[in-house]
């Protein structure tokens, strides 16, 4: 079942369209984390579904009501803002009451409601400070219990773990996904971080210039990228380009390397196509094309090793670390893959 449906939706701040979306659903009880760099209009589809933003044109839907006119009270959603948007002169439990009243107007199950979010968020303590007297982590804690106890039918974060160290970021997104699945959720989190989105999603969205140009689980997204913004954006992929073969194959820097379904694929022979090369696919050794160390970096259990071959450059892990300037050869990964499609300035298949 669909809990949210963006039909037909256009965005524009003066004559700059920032968000064009023809058909962009979140699925009943799925964590969908939308990516895209600065500028792609993650954060104004967040303020759009949340009723921040008067829609200029198309049509939201949450679970079977048209919301696109709705109050933000109205919508059943609950929010946890980049800033997290905590008020300094209210204690923890003013903050997670804030505007719970309309919702909820018994002043006992009030308390209860809080009382029993606090708990489950490890604040209960902390419920008459101050956030000021707070770590971050704590704070933002507060933020999501201040979401959570409105019973949201969809939870909407905007990068809430930006402003956290790594350790609490990843304890942070830990969290808000133990949460999602203890209650049967619906969320939706907007970030740049892939790691955040691979960590986290059931699917993985990703924006460019306002448009989805790719939408799928992290897996299939990683494997299969569709085309090169996705591939660069979600993974330290190389893009090859290469003549595509009578064999079905493409020839790149690199050697050959076969195109699923060969020619059946679209590919025509003597056509000049793209494919996405991912580090582990690559490996050195005794064949391959020659190539010149650029810098190694270590990456925990391997080396990250910089490879110029010709004029391209490729990351290959490594077990050990190699001096820059040695000379060595990578070989071709010999798994079969899909060009990757062109896509224009607009967003749209070239």
């Known amino acids: 079942m669909t809990a949210c449906h963006m039909e037909k939706i256009r965005h524009r701040f003066g004559d700059r369209t920032v968000l064009s979306l023809d058909d962009f659903r979140i699925e009943e009880r799925e964590f969908l984390v939308l990516v895209g760099p600065s500028g792609s209009g993650k954060t104004t589809l967040l303020r759009l579904l949340a009723g921040l933003l008067d829609i200029q044109e198309g049509v939201i839907r949450i679970g079977d009501r048209n919301a696109s006119s709705l ?23 003013g903050n997670i009451a804030l505007g719970l009243k309309k919702l909820v107007p018994d002043a006992a199950q009030r308390t209860q409601r809080i009382e029993e979010t606090a708990r489950e968020l490890g604040i209960y303590e902390h419920l008459g400070q101050r956030p000021g007297r707070l770590s971050g982590g704590e704070r933002q804690r507060v933020a999501i219990a201040r979401a959570l106890v409105r019973r949201p039918r969809l939870l909407l974060l905007d990068e809430p773990f930006s402003d956290l160290d790594a350790r609490l970021r990843r304890r942070a997104a830990r969290l808000v996904r133990d949460l999602h699945d203890r209650h049967n959720m619906t969320t939706l989190l907007i970030t740049h971080d892939r790691t955040d989105a691979h960590l986290l999603a059931d699917r993985i969205g990703v924006l460019r210039d306002g448009e989805l140009v790719g939408c799928a689980k992290p897996e299939s997204l990683y494997r299969e990228p569709g085309n090169r ?20 194959a493409v020839e790149t820097v690199l050697g050959s390397i076969p195109l699923i379904d060969g020619l059946a694929e679209g590919a025509a022979a003597g056509q000049t196509v793209h494919v996405a090369v991912r580090p582990e696919e690559l490996r050195l050794g005794d064949e391959g094309a020659d190539g010149t160390v650029l810098a190694c970096e270590f990456a925990g259990e391997s080396w990250r090793c910089r ?33 990757l499609q062109p896509l224009d300035k607009s967003g749209e298949l070239a």
Not at 309 to 320: I, P, S, T, Y
Request: hydrophobic share 50%; glycine share 8%; charged share 20%.
């Open 71 to 93: 109050a933000p009270h109205e919508r059943e959603i609950g929010v946890v803002f980049q800033g997290l948007g905590l008020w300094p002169h209210m204690s923890v439990r």
């Open 229 to 248: 913004f996705v591939a660069e954006f979600l993974t330290d992929a190389a893009i090859l380009a290469g003549r595509v073969t009578e064999s079905g």
């Open 307 to 339: 490879v110029a071959v010709d004029d391209q450059e490729v990351a290959v892990l490594h077990h050990e670390s190699m001096p820059a300037g040695a000379s060595v050869r990578v070989a071709a990964p010999m798994s079969a893959r899909r060009p």
